[in-house]
């Protein structure tokens, strides 16, 4: 005889409600975490599917083909002293000339120098198109040929740059060797100053001995690193007036071997990369000495970005190294080669207000350009260079 269970009101009326709880609560889930649940999956998938790989790209894709060749037949690109992105679609290279391309190019030549197991440096170039504008595809718009006389007697531009507080955009071309330092108008048909005596060296206050790069507060007081010979920071007012100087040759708080790029954070201060010190080195804007973050192999090139990193371009490891404003490394990527992605030497680098990388090598003899993986971090891209807002107290 079978037993009849009999189940209440109440009872269904709670098993019922229990049943929609769980659904609503499913579907709440579902559509709060969906986006995150599914991008999960994708990567999940996209994961299990690769194999192998050493993401020497960090966050970035290469962008093959750029920038186009020059166009003369049996001539390749110099050492690439740096370049600037003013916009994604107008970008400045500083070219250390054109180098002949041997008789027989390796397999699988792109065009940079240093493919052919030598590095730029070592070539005798040209002093032709050494100051180049192109587009975002790397097609020439412009090329400054009236001025490649100013670079004869050296070995090209060693670094190209724009203020950010300049309303008429012009151009600042640093040359080491020539030991003078340019400023043109933005379409480069006018040279307004030159600052410098061509080819002669001195440690006063109107010579340099070797230049390296410039930076630039709100009210256009400028900073110049110097040099290969000269172990200095010059600082300069808005018309070019010599202000004052500071450093020595040394490995001591305030002392230098080779400052080879600077840039100023939003509080005024001045960063200096001590190349063969292998250190950083920050001041306050009258040269005071603050700190130094030491152990950096070589930093050939700093950058402080709009949301306080900086960032620097290793010439020896070939990185790209990320650090907050207390000297704290938060992430790194970069490998050493000639193929397309790798890097040899980064002299200068350039971001556009697209995201876009730009990278110029002096050994590698290319410039090459970046754009950011869909769906990258953005905390490991390098990000917009700093505006300084901020009035200093002192």
Known sequence: MKKRIRIGRDTIFLLVGGVLCMTLLASGLSLFFGGSLAQAQKT????????????????????????????????????????????????YIANRGELPIPEKAPEGYTGGYGAFGQPATSGKPRMENCILVVDANGKLLEDW????????????????????????????????MVQQVFEFTHDGKQLVMTLGERLVK????????????????????????????????????????????????????????????????????????????????????????????????????IMIT???????????????????????????WGTYGSFPGAFWGVHQFSIDPAGNLYAAETFGGRTQKFTPKPGADPATLIGQPVKITQISSR
């Open 44 to 91: 999940q998938s996209a994961s299990r599917s690769q194999v192998g790989g050493e993401d020497e790209t960090g966050p970035y894709e290469v962008a093959t083909g750029w920038p186009q060749p020059l166009g003369h037949p049996g001539w390749t690109w110099g050492s690439q002293g740096g370049v600037f992105a003013e916009t994604p679609n107008r970008i």
């Open 145 to 176: 040929t009236q001025w490649d006389h100013l670079f004869e007697g050296g070995r090209g531009p060693h670094h190209v740059k724009i203020s950010p507080y300049d309303p008429e955009k012009h151009v600042w071309v640093v040359d080491d």
């Open 202 to 301: 001195g440690e006063d206050d109107k010579h340099f001995g070797r230049p390296t790069d410039i930076a630039w507060l709100p009210d256009g007081t400028f900073f110049i690193s110097d040099g290969y010979i000269n172990t200095r920071v010059v600082k300069f007012d808005k018309n070019g007036k010599f202000l004052m100087t500071w450093g020595t040759k040394g490995k001591g708080p305030g002392q230098f071997d080779l400052p080879h790029s600077i840039d100023i954070d939003a509080q005024r201060r001045v960063y200096v990369a001590d190349r063969s010190n292998s250190r950083i080195q920050i001041f306050d804007e009258n040269g005071k000495y603050l700190s130094e973050w030491d152990n950096i192999r070589q930093p050939y090139h």
């Open 306 to 332: 709009a949301d306080q990193h900086l960032w620097v371009a290793d010439g020896v490891t070939n990185k790209f190294l990320k650090y907050d404003l207390n000297g704290k490394r938060l992430y790194s």
